[in-house]
T-cell receptor, first 113, second 114 residues
Framework: NAGVTQTPKFQVLKTGQSMTLQCAQD?????MYWYRQDPGMGLRLIYY???????DKGEVPNGYNVSRLNKREFSLRLESAAPSQTSVYFC????????????FGPGTRLTVT | AQSVTQPDIHITVSEGASLELRCNYS??????LFWYVQSPGQGLQLLLK??????LVQGIKGFEAEFKRSQSSFNLRKPSVHWSDAAEYFC????????????FGTGTQLKVEL
């Protein structure tokens, strides 16, 4: 039981390049989330998917797109990376209903030069 | 504006000393409340959560937290800190009726002196 997995662990991009961060969970959870973590700012929600087939914007969605590929997988895409997107990205999942514990992946450290 | 505040950016305690990390929120209604811990280079792990009922909540690793409605606070405590508790601690809330979207505080970095 791997929980929440993320790939890659590290990535360096040049400004304007694109990439997709992958996330998968094996807990049969309905809801999945993408956060970014920046020093002194805690974690901020980028996008979330309350259930398979639905996605919604979080607090900081600009510059990102997401795809809920199936119940297990939720990917985050940067179409044209900018230095402001340098951050650590975390994927999380939960059973769904409000207040349920979210389980976090190990994170992807992204640097945009 | 609705927010979660962790007033202490850094805290240093000696091993064996007691610990209290502060968390305040500003919402009209009582939200669901959480404390998460993040060890260096790791994801977040849930320590405890409060939904309703008993205002003193027990969590893992010997941590507890007390919800005080009158103070809009949810402070985390531990009677005796261990060196392995050094980490970053995040308070988070979910608004009732707001799905399961977590709003995090900015975190408190705990250093433990041996």
């Amino acid at each position: 039981n791997a929980g929440v997995t993320q790939t890659p662990k590290f990535q360096v991009l040049k400004t304007g390049q694109s990439m997709t961060l992958q996330c998968a969970q094996d807990m049969n959870h309905n809801s999945m989330y993408w956060y970014r973590q920046d020093p002194g700012m805690g974690l901020r929600l980028i996008y979330y998917s309350a259930s398979e087939g639905t996605t919604d914007k979080g607090e900081v969605p600009n510059g990102y797109n997401v795809s809920r590929l199936n119940k297990r997988e939720f990917s985050l895409r940067l179409e044209s990376a900018a230095p402001s997107q340098t951050s650590v990205y975390f994927c999380a999942s939960s059973e769904g209903p409000a207040g349920e514990q979210q389980y976090f992946g190990p994170g992807t450290r992204l640097t945009v030069t | 504006a609705q927010s979660v505040t962790q007033p202490d950016i850094h805290i240093t305690v000696s091993e064996g000393a007691s610990l209290e990390l502060r968390c305040n929120y500003s919402y009209g209604a009582t939200p669901y409340l959480f404390w998460y811990v993040q060890s260096p280079g790791q994801g977040l792990q849930l320590l405890l959560k409060y939904f309703s009922g008993d205002t003193l909540v027990q969590g893992i690793k010997g941590f507890e937290a007390e919800f005080k409605r009158s103070q809009s606070s949810f402070n985390l405590r531990k009677p005796s800190v261990h060196w392995s508790d050094a980490a970053e601690y995040f308070c988070a809330v979910v608004l009732t009726g707001g799905g399961n979207k977590l709003t995090f505080g900015t975190g408190t970095q705990l250093k433990v002196e041996l």
